[in-house]
Nanobody, 125 residues
Framework: QVRLVESGGGLVQTGGSLRLSCVAY????????MGWWRQAPGKGREFVAG?????????HYADSVKGRFTISKDDTKNAVYLQMDSLKPEDTAVYYC?????????????????WGQGTQVTVSS
């Protein structure tokens, strides 16, 4: 059974940075598109960033994080990362890692194969 484990969340001040990590267990590396979604209190889950499965894969970002967040992956470690800079209070949410076999950089919420348990990110003003 595939398990995605996120880490790196925490409390940071406005303008600060955090780096989220997600490691996949229970499957062979490579061939997986990866993504990050988030859910703020009282709101629905929203797409943050995604990276396609292939070498030199394309990336896709939500407009709200474009230019501030960077997604990357390391297939040798079966991992995906989200570097978050210039954080704002509205970035406060639980962040979830997702994966899909042969997934593209952006696919709908219902299409992802696997989801992590989430890691809390809180940005204070």
């Amino acid at each position: 059974q595939v398990r995605l484990v996120e880490s790196g969340g925490g409390l940071v001040q406005t303008g600060g940075s955090l780096r989220l990590s997600c490691v996949a267990y229970g499957r062979a590396p490579g061939r997986y598109g990866m993504g990050w979604w988030r859910q703020a209190p009282g709101k629905g889950r929203e797409f943050v960033a995604g990276i396609g499965w292939s070498d030199g894969a394309s990336t896709h970002y939500a407009d709200s994080v474009k230019g501030r967040f960077t997604i990357s992956k390391d297939d040798t470690k079966n991992a995906v990362y989200l570097q978050m800079d210039s954080l704002k209070p509205e970035d406060t949410a639980v962040y979830y890692c997702t994966s899909k076999l042969y997934g593209l950089a952006f696919i709908g919420e219902d299409v992802w194969d696997d989801w992590g348990q989430g890691t809390q990110v809180t940005v204070s003003s």
